[in-house]
């Protein structure tokens, strides 16, 4: 079973970047879609962006497009999301997870979860 590990979260002021990663435990099984969800406090889990296994087929949530990209080295079995000019209202808990039916923007979709890692943006 693939087990996800995020990490690369913490606190920063708005405007600034972060750069998230979710390592595999082990290799990941060849045609899996990634995924970023991400969920604040008395709020639904909300889609973030998704990548195809080659890389080719890339989505974004309307809210982040044009600021956050997701991309995938599958040598290091490893995804990532680098985020730009972040905005308050981008904290919450960001979760990694993978689809072994590809993209999607539905949570129910996903197979395997990461625990979760807090990114909080200060006004």
């Known amino acids: 079973q693939v087990q996800l590990v995020e990490s690369g979260g913490g606190l920063v002021q708005a405007g600034g970047s972060l750069r998230l990663s979710c390592a595999a435990s082990q290799r990941t099984f060849g045609g899996y879609g990634m995924a970023w969800f991400r969920q604040a406090p008395g709020k639904e889990r909300e889609f973030v962006a998704t990548?195809?296994?080659?890389?080719?087929?890339?989505y974004y949530a309307d809210s982040v497009k044009g600021r956050f990209t997701i991309s995938r080295d599958n040598a290091k079995n490893t995804v990532y999301l680098q985020m730009n000019s972040l905005k308050p209202e981008d904290t919450a808990v960001y979760y990694c997870?993978?689809?072994?039916?590809?993209?999607?923007?539905?949570?129910?979709?996903?197979?395997?979860w990461g625990q979760g890692i807090q990114v909080t943006v200060s006004s």
């Open positions: 997870a993978a689809a072994r039916r590809g993209v999607s923007r539905r949570s129910s979709e996903y197979d395997y």
């Open positions: 990548i195809s296994w080659s890389g080719g087929n890339l």
